[in-house]
């Protein structure tokens, strides 16, 4: 069996999907993409085609050290994206190829089922209480939201307590009967970090998402001194080698590799056990489509520290397009009390609608986050 071609589709709302064909008719799919960045991860991914065409993609860990290091320079969040759907497809390849799904190739099932979450209240933070209660009606207990809007560096107590009082909000609606998980969004500085965890203790978040930016790493374990809430990361570490720091260092309770941005499949498993000898848990990143979703379930039903999956069904970016949107069976991500079950097809479990994405992928939209400024003019943190 040789790699025979290797196709890209953009479609709504920010996604990019991947196609690879054998040369005896296999076919793998994966979602190599940075949301904003699709057409640069498409190049990327086309660019390290020069690799695979006419390779045997059942030597996935050759491959993907081959698209790691063959290129001398390595990591980020391009490279690294399109590394992860190109190892997303080659591990569909093989789980077709022998008939089995692909958590069965490593190791077999650790769970049953799976539980997800889901986003509420936008980009600016609203609606959120209507948002659970709706969400609460399909079985889900558990959800996330943005903290704040913009935040200066130093903001002010009027500020803060506008963040608090929205999650005060939504004890005072659900009690403790409902879980969140809230995001800063790499929005808040380090001083007001701490400042925001102090007041938010009481009503007991499952856990704080991007406390400070990626880049202020060093200050993961100086908040944990600080807090009780589990602090969370990992959407924007993109290798084992990202990690390695940040778990030697401490402080993040939860990590949020992203299946499509951390090198796919085999990378983020390696994450995973990482994680796990810190001690540390595992929650899959994932606002993006149903072939990022699929290779997340995959280590999720082989990672015991997995606890938490992110899906995109209702998120506030899917415009144009939702999860199920072009899959062949609706079913394959079928939730029950916020529940996924291991999918039990062979590959990564989901069937693509290929007729449905090409129609999508002629007139695809350039989506970009939006440039935030602060009052005074300065770019302010998304
Ligand atoms: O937790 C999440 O889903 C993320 O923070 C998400 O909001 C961003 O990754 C967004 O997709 C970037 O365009
Ligand atoms: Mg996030």
Same mark, same amino acid.
């Given at each position: 069996?040789?790699?025979? *071609?290797?196709?890209?589709y953009?479609?709504?709302p920010?996604w990019?999907?991947?196609?690879?064909?054998?040369?005896?008719g296999?076919v793998?799919?994966?979602?190599?993409?940075?949301?904003?960045?699709?057409r640069?991860?498409e190049?990327?991914?086309?660019?390290?085609?020069?690799y695979?065409?006419g390779?045997?993609?059942?030597? %996935?860990?050759?491959?993907?050290?081959?698209?790691? *290091?063959?290129?001398?320079y390595?990591?980020?969040?391009?490279?690294?994206?399109?590394?992860?759907?190109?190892?997303q497809?080659?591990?569909?390849?093989?789980?077709?190829?022998?008939?089995?799904?692909?958590?069965?190739?490593?190791?077999?099932?650790?769970?049953?089922?799976?539980?997800? $979450?889901?986003?509420?209240?936008?980009?600016r933070?609203?609606?959120? %209480?209507?948002?659970m209660?709706?969400?609460?009606?399909?079985?889900?207990?558990?959800?996330?939201?943005?903290?704040?809007?913009?935040?200066?560096?130093i903001?002010?107590?009027?500020?803060?307590?506008?963040a608090?009082?929205?999650?005060?909000?939504?004890?005072?609606?659900?009690?403790? #009967?409902?879980?969140?998980?809230i995001?800063?969004?790499?929005?808040?500085?380090?001083?007001?970090? *701490?400042?925001?965890?102090?007041?938010l203790?009481?009503?007991?978040p499952?856990?704080?998402?991007?406390?400070?930016l990626?880049?202020?790493?060093?200050? $993961?374990p100086?908040?944990?001194?600080?807090?009780?809430?589990?602090?969370?990361?990992?959407?924007?570490?993109?290798?084992?080698?990202?990690?390695?720091?940040?778990?030697a260092?401490?402080?993040l309770s939860?990590?949020?590799?992203?299946?499509?941005?951390a090198g796919?499949?085999?990378?983020?498993?390696?994450?995973?056990?990482?994680?796990?000898? $810190? #001690?540390?848990?595992?929650?899959?990143?994932?606002?993006?489509?149903?072939?990022?979703?699929?290779?997340?379930?995959?280590?999720?039903f082989?990672?015991r520290n997995?606890?938490?999956?992110?899906?995109?069904?209702?998120?506030?970016?899917?415009d144009?397009?939702?999860?199920?949107? $072009?899959?062949?069976?609706?079913?394959?991500f079928?939730?029950?009390?916020g529940?996924?079950?291991?999918?039990?097809k062979p590959?990564?479990?989901v069937?693509?609608?290929?007729?449905?994405?090409?129609?999508?992928?002629?007139?695809?939209?350039?989506?970009?986050?939006?440039l935030?400024?602060h009052? #005074?003019?300065?770019?302010?943190e998304?």
């Open positions: 069996m040789k790699i025979a *071609r290797l196709s890209t953009r479609v709504a920010r990019c999907f991947l196609k690879i064909e054998t040369d005896d296999l793998g799919w994966g979602e190599p993409v940075i949301e904003g960045r699709a640069t991860v190049t990327a991914v086309h660019e390290l085609s020069d695979l065409v390779q045997d993609p059942s030597r %996935i860990n050759d491959l993907w050290q081959t698209l790691y *290091r063959g290129g001398f390595r990591g980020g969040p391009i490279l690294m994206s399109a590394i992860a759907g190109i190892d497809a080659l591990w569909d390849i093989k789980g077709k190829a022998l008939g089995v799904p692909v958590y069965q190739l490593l190791g077999g099932l650790v769970r049953d089922r799976m539980k997800t $979450y889901r986003w509420v209240g936008g980009d933070p609203a609606e959120i %209480i209507a948002q209660q709706r969400h609460r009606a399909d079985g889900f207990d558990t959800f996330k939201f943005n903290g704040t809007e913009e935040l200066g560096i903001d002010t107590p009027r500020a803060i307590d506008a608090v009082a929205k999650v005060a909000q939504i004890r005072d609606a659900f009690g403790f #009967d409902i879980d969140f998980g995001d800063f969004h790499g929005r808040v500085s380090a001083p007001m970090a *701490r400042v925001l965890l102090r007041e203790e009481p009503f007991r499952l856990f704080v998402e991007e406390p400070v990626p880049e202020q790493a060093e200050y $993961y100086r908040l944990a001194t600080a807090t009780s809430i589990p602090l969370a990361a990992g959407e924007r570490m993109y290798s084992r080698f990202d990690f390695k720091p940040v778990l260092a401490g402080g939860i990590l949020q590799p992203d299946l499509s941005h796919g499949i085999s990378e983020c498993f390696k994450i995973a056990a990482m994680a796990e000898a $810190y #001690d540390v848990a595992l929650a899959p990143h994932c606002p993006l489509g149903p072939i990022a979703l699929a290779a997340c379930l995959q280590l999720d082989v990672a997995a606890v938490l999956q992110e899906q995109s069904i209702g998120i506030h970016y899917n144009g397009a939702d999860l199920l949107d $072009y899959v062949l069976n609706k079913d394959d079928r939730c029950v009390d529940n996924i079950a291991a999918l039990p590959g990564l479990g069937e693509i609608d290929e007729a449905r994405v090409i129609e999508a992928s002629r007139n695809p939209p350039d989506w970009r986050n939006p935030w400024r009052a #005074d003019g300065s770019v302010a998304w």
